[in-house]
């Protein structure tokens, strides 16, 4: 059975940092691009950050483009992001997802992605 892990969510004061991880447990996901997306309350979900099966590329949205790094690690088969300069805006839940064919390219849109974690909420104050 798969399993998306996601931890490091928290309560952060604006200008803040944290890092949040996913962790793949029940099958390798080195062949597969993975991302992030977040849901705000009252708001759907949107694409955060996503890079390629090999990590050499990266993609984000412009709301967070210079601000967020995501990362991946095959041999631990896990997904890092990691949040600096947090805004009040960024307040979410954070999910991670993986695609669920090999090798693509990684998608923006929630669809592209077959495998999810249950959320971690980040909570950015003002």
């Known amino acids: 059975q798969v399993q998306l892990v996601e931890s490091g969510g928290g309560l952060v004061q604006a200008g803040g940092s944290l890092r949040l991880s996913c962790a793949a447990l029940?099958?390798?996901?080195?062949?597969?691009?993975m991302g992030w997306f977040r849901q705000a309350p009252g708001k759907e979900r949107e694409f955060v950050a996503a890079?390629?099966?090999?990590?050499?590329?990266?993609y984000y949205a412009d709301s967070v483009k210079g601000r967020f790094t995501i990362a991946r690690d095959n041999a631990k088969n896990t997904v890092t992001l990691q949040m600096n300069s947090l805004e009040p805006e960024d307040t979410a839940v954070y999910y991670c997802?993986?695609?669920?064919?090999?090798?693509?390219?990684?998608?923006?849109?929630?669809?592209?992605?077959?495998?999810w974690g249950q959320g971690t909420q980040v909570t950015v104050s003002s």
């Open positions: 997802a993986v695609d669920g064919i090999r090798f693509r390219a990684p998608g923006r849109t929630s669809n592209t992605y077959d495998y």
């Open positions: 029940g099958r390798t996901f080195s062949q597969f691009a």
């Open positions: 890079i390629t099966w090999s990590g050499s590329g990266t």
